[in-house]
């Protein structure tokens, strides 16, 4: 297996994997809404406001992740990571957690000091996320489930409170999302 930075001719390759994988997981209305959301993501990808990782085996794309910017008043590099997939295949082998740490690598050699994701406590624990109050960090968008705001410190400090709510990527300026 290995780890490659998504270009936008990804896109065909992204919107069937991610339509698949959450559809078997959550159902046809969520898949073709997620899948629609990472086809967005791939189709605008630049490397910079949104990063995009895959995870290939035998020159086939088995996961994806991205990663976008958040912005804050406050000077601080950040970014959210969402939304993740490891096709049905090939779950529970380490995959999922192999392409967040790559892709949490890849954001500490640009300098990122902080990462926020949005989703179950239970697996991105085990990626070092934890529960975020949005006393400290708010949300770009009002959330459903609070318990699943989630950040880590990329820097080794602990992380700062921010004043300001942040602005995500119009990709995600949608409250169905959240
Ligand atoms: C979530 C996902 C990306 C994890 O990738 P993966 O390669 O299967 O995960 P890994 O093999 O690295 O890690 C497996 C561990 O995570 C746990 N895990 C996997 N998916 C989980 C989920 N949705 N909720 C809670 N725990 C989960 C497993 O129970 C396992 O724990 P264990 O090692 O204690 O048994 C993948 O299962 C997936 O694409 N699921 C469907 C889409 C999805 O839910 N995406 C995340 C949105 S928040």
Not at 28 to 49: F, K, P, Y
Not at 91 to 112: H, M, N, P, T, W
């Amino acid at each position: 297996m290995n780890f490659r930075i998504l270009d936008k001719c990804s896109k065909e390759e992204v919107a069937s994997l991610f339509t698949s994988v959450f559809s078997s997981s959550e159902g046809e209305q969520e898949g073709r809404l997620i899948g629609s959301l990472a086809s967005a993501l791939a189709e605008r990808t630049d490397n910079q406001r949104i990063i995009g990782v895959g995870a290939y085996e035998d020159g086939s794309m088995i996961g994806a992740i991205f990663f976008t910017r958040l912005r804050f008043d406050e000077p601080i590099e950040a970014y959210m990571l969402a939304p993740v997939a490891v096709s049905t295949a090939h779950q529970g082998r380490g995959i999922g957690q192999a392409l967040i740490r790559f892709g949490l690598d890849e954001l500490k050699d640009r300098s990122v000091t902080l990462v926020v994701t949005y989703g179950d406590p239970a697996f991105y624990s085990k990626v070092a996320f934890q529960t975020l109050s949005e006393d400290v960090i708010q949300a770009p968008l009002p959330l459903s489930m609070p318990e699943g705001w989630l950040g880590q410190p990329l820097s080794g400090k602990a992380i700062p409170i921010l004043k300001s709510r942040p602005a995500c990527v119009q990709e995600f300026d949608n409250p169905d999302y959240w």
